[in-house]
């Protein structure tokens, strides 16, 4: 075998799979249907071709690939044209781990974007054209277009979020409803009755579950809607915790505040230091793992729910592969979230399961 990276014959040229052939003493169909994973070609002889290709540095030619697989190796993410949109930290984070997770499998991302009321035009081209293999949703809302559009298509995606119907496709998700259940009874357990919940956008199904999540455990509590301040920014989250938590801090009965970003929460720290005056407060926040967000100086102040976006944007990837590669129903996917504490907090309601009739 030759040196890794070397052409056969020092042509100079890329190598390519009659060349493979002719190393190998195997026909270019046997070549070609084991570089593909076709089932009829025996795992030695793929085995042998794999390490071939990669010792002489055989690259595949897209082009070529798609006539006998008829599959493009791209996937679309479709944005709406939202210029804070694409300067999001959880957007960023979530992007990181979604190229990851494409380089890993091989896979390139097409991403555009085109206004709400022309959106779906760019789905309906793309499963025309067959120019991707499959599509990433994010920020899902209840019945949402863009998930009927493909579902009715019967083409591969995978949504990063969840709304009503997500036993019919593949997604990634955190427990929203059950992150913030637990989260409004831990303060409820530590004797706070009256919360203030700093959420996202309620158009959008990850704030809307969290905000019944909170509501559900103040109405177990046997305590009064009014007893959780609801205030909502647009999205994406930021820019507003500061004057958000002004707002919450007008009412003097609220001891804790809950955030749905830790922009949020840090935003909101100024309004803290300058109009809570000598009221202990609770602070918690969703933490998402923001790489370019220092957290440090909060972490015994704060509590925190801990979830990865990269880890959630990889797992998209991961999903909407093997739906390309091998077909099948979507499967669902939820990414852990881990519990850190303020200091001085009781976390004995946290080991209790949640109600049965109060699971999102």
Known sequence: MRPPGATPAGTGRNVTIKDLAAELGLSITTISRALNGYSDVGEKTRKRVAEA???????????????????THNVAWVQADNDRKFVDPHFVEVMAGVLR?????????????????????????YVNDNSVDGFIIDLPREADPRISYLLDAGRPFVVHGREARSGAYGWVDIDNYGNF????????????????FVNGDEHFTYALYRRRGAADAMRDAGLAAANLKLLNSLHP??????????????????????????IMAVEG??????????RKLAV??????????????????????????RDAGAALMAELIRQCEHGGPGNGHLVPSHFHLAPGLDAAVLAEPLPANRRG
Request: aromatic residues 8%.
């Open 237 to 262: 989250m930021g820019e507003a915790g500061f004057q958000l938590t002004s707002l919450a801090l007008a009412d003097p009965k609220v001891t804790a505040i809950l955030y749905s970003s830790t």
């Open 284 to 309: 918690a926040s969703m933490d998402d793992e923001l790489h370019y967000l220092d957290l440090g100086p909060f972490t015994g102040q704060f509590t925190f729910i801990r979830s990865s976006l």
């Open 53 to 71: 290709a990669r010792q002489l540095g055989y690259r595949p030619n897209r082009n070529a690939q798609r006539l006998v697989t008829r599959r």
């Open 181 to 196: 259940y637990n989260l409004t009874r831990l303060m409820l357990a530590n004797g706070h009755r009256h919360i203030a």
């Open 269 to 278: 720290h100024a309004a803290l230091l300058q109009h809570a005056g000598d």
């Open 101 to 125: 997770g494409a380089r890993a499998g091989n896979y390139d991302v097409v991403l555009t974007s085109d206004t709400p009321e022309h959106e779906l035009a760019v789905y309906d081209r």
